[in-house]
C-alpha cells in the first residue's frame, strides 16, 4: 500500500477477480474505470465512442471511454467488443479496454479502505477511497449481474460515469440525494478545486502567496475529503437485485407504455 502513494500501477498478471482498474486517458487528464472479473476481462460502464457525455459540445468527441473512432470498424477476435458503437455495462478483454489510454497501455488499481493520511496523499482523485470493498467474489456477481440485467441506468458524466459502476459493484453503495453527485473521485475533485478557488472567502484572509496556496489547499483537502463515499451521510447499500428491479419496469408498465405510445401515434377521429 505505501508504493501506491506514488503510483497505483499495477501489472496484469498480479491482478485478482473483483479488482476495481483503470486506465488513464487524454494525456492523463481523466481515467476510464472497470472491474476486472477473470481470464483477462473486463466489465465497465460507458456510452458510444463520440457520446460520452451527452452535452452536444465538442467535448462529446474528446472525451472518450474505451473505444477509438479510428478502430470503428475493428472487432476484437477474443472478446467481440466493438471499438465503437457499445454502450451500457460491456464485457471486453483487458486490451480494449485499454484501447486510446495513455502511458503505453498501463493499468492501475483503485484502492480502497485507505487512511484519511493515504487519501490526502493521494491529491489526484478517482484512485483510491476511505470505503471498504466487499469480497471479491461479491464484486464479481454485482458487475456480471448488471452486465447480464441492465438495470445501473444511463450513462452521465456528472451523476452516473464508469467511476460510479465501479465504486458501487466494490461497495454497493449508492448515493440518495438527487442533487450532489454522483460517487466519482474525479469529479469530487473537480469540484472540490473550483470551490476552493473561486468560492471561498477564506481566500481574501491573507494576501501572501503562501498563505493563499495554503488556504485553497486546505480547502481542496476538505472538499475531496467531505465528498468520498467513504464518508459522506448520503449514500445507502443497495443490493444489485433491488437495484436492477427499481431499474426495471413491471409487465403492467411495459404495456401501459407501449399502449401509451400506439395512441399517441394514432390520428385524431
Known amino acids: 500500500m505505501a508504493a ?3 503510483s497505483n500501477r499495477i501489472d496484469r498478471e498480479d491482478l485478482a477477480a473483483g479488482d476495481h482498474i ?4 487524454a494525456a492523463y487528464l481523466y481515467a476510464h474505470h472497470g ?3 477473470g481470464d ?4 465497465h460502464f460507458t456510452r458510444a465512442a463520440g457520446h460520452e457525455i451527452g452535452t452536444g459540445t465538442f467535448l462529446d468527441s474528446f ?4 473505444s477509438s473512432p479510428a478502430a470503428a470498424a475493428t472487432t476484437c477476435q477474443r472478446c467481440g467488443h466493438l471499438a465503437q458503437g457499445r454502450e451500457g455495462v460491456v464485457m471486453s478483454c483487458l486490451d480494449c479496454f485499454l484501447h486510446g489510454g495513455s502511458g503505453s497501455g498501463s493499468l492501475y488499481l483503485f484502492h480502497y479502505a485507505v487512511s484519511p493520511a493515504f487519501f490526502l496523499a493521494r491529491a489526484r482523485g478517482g484512485t483510491c477511497t476511505l470505503a471498504a470493498s466487499d469480497p471479491g467474489h461479491v464484486v464479481v456477481h454485482r458487475a ?5 440485467k ?3 441506468g444511463a450513462y452521465s458524466l456528472f451523476k452516473n460515469n464508469c467511476e460510479d459502476f465501479a465504486i458501487y459493484c466494490k461497495t454497493g453503495l449508492l448515493v440518495e440525494t438527487a442533487f450532489s453527485v454522483g460517487r466519482s473521485g474525479q469529479l469530487a475533485s473537480l469540484t472540490a478545486a473550483f470551490s476552493a478557488v473561486a468560492s471561498s472567502p477564506l481566500r481574501f484572509l491573507t494576501t501572501s502567496a503562501g498563505g493563499l496556496a495554503l488556504v485553497t489547499t486546505g480547502m481542496y483537502c476538505v472538499g475531496r475529503y467531505v465528498s468520498d463515499i467513504g464518508v459522506r451521510r448520503d449514500v445507502v447499500k443497495v443490493p444489485v437485485q433491488t437495484l436492477v428491479a427499481q431499474a426495471t419496469p413491471t409487465a403492467v408498465e411495459a404495456e401501459v407504455a407501449a399502449a401509451g405510445a400506439v395512441g399517441a401515434s394514432s390520428p385524431a377521429c
Not at 40 to 43: A, E, Q, R, Y
Open 4 to 6: 501506491g502513494v506514488l
Open 144 to 148: 456480471r449481474y448488471l452486465l447480464d
Open 150 to 152: 441492465g438495470g445501473f
Open 63 to 66: 472525451l472518450l471511454s474505451s
Open 35 to 37: 472491474i476486472y472479473v
Open 40 to 43: 483477462g476481462m473486463v466489465i
Open 22 to 25: 483503470y486506465s488513464w486517458r
